[in-house]
């Protein structure tokens, strides 16, 4: 069971707290990583772009000149997509990318993104994590004594104070435990979670 040192913001050891081995210590299986990355991006895309074909432009049905005896190539609607002003052929319609994973896989595929950062020494665990004011400087102080630059910020419960002051940071995201995805664990290189969010993280994964 693999144990971590809890510290607080002046990056200093407070204490220790164990691990489970089903979340914090299990086979990390890049395909399954990956396959709940893709779904999650899919879903988030709009799926909105559209053109019209030639059954959707306003035009008239009628024949442009007759089939022969003119001397000019032979056609039929003017809403033909050779047409300037014709429709579109093949053109994109309104679609949903999202893709089905299973709630299983994407628990299992967090578990995996939690290893790695245990594996890595890029996981912090901090006792406290609610901010005193809204102070943008001090919560950049205090990144400085972590020396990272690149971190997801995880909460046990709301923070107005902590969110507000890293919201003009670069590379910083702060986000509650619910909203704990695998695409932000491998976006960001280190990883700060709450004493209380653990718990409550185990709880969800395991169960």
Known sequence: MPVADVVNYQNKKVSEIELKDEVFAVPIKKHVLHQVVVGQLSGRRAGTAATK???????????????????????????????????????????????????????????????????DNHLIVVDDLSFPEIKTKKFVEVLRRFDVKKALIVTGGKSGNLEKSSKNVPLIKVMRYEGLNV??????????????????IEEALVS
Not at 191 to 199: G, M, R, S, T
Request: glycine residues 12%; hydrophobic residues 25%; proline residues 5%.
């Open 53 to 119: 074909g030639r059954s959707d432009v306003k035009c008239s049905g009628n024949k442009l000149w007759r089939q022969k005896g003119t001397g000019r190539a032979r056609v039929g609607s003017g809403s033909s997509p050779t047409r300037k002003g014709g429709g579109v052929a093949f053109g994109p319609s309104p679609r949903d990318y999202s893709q089905k994973i299973s709630k299983k896989v994407r628990k299992s595929a967090l578990c995996m993104a939690l290893t790695d950062k245990v594996q």
């Open 183 to 200: 695409y932000d664990l491998l976006r960001y290189d280190h990883l700060f979670i709450e004493q209380p969010a653990v718990q409550k």
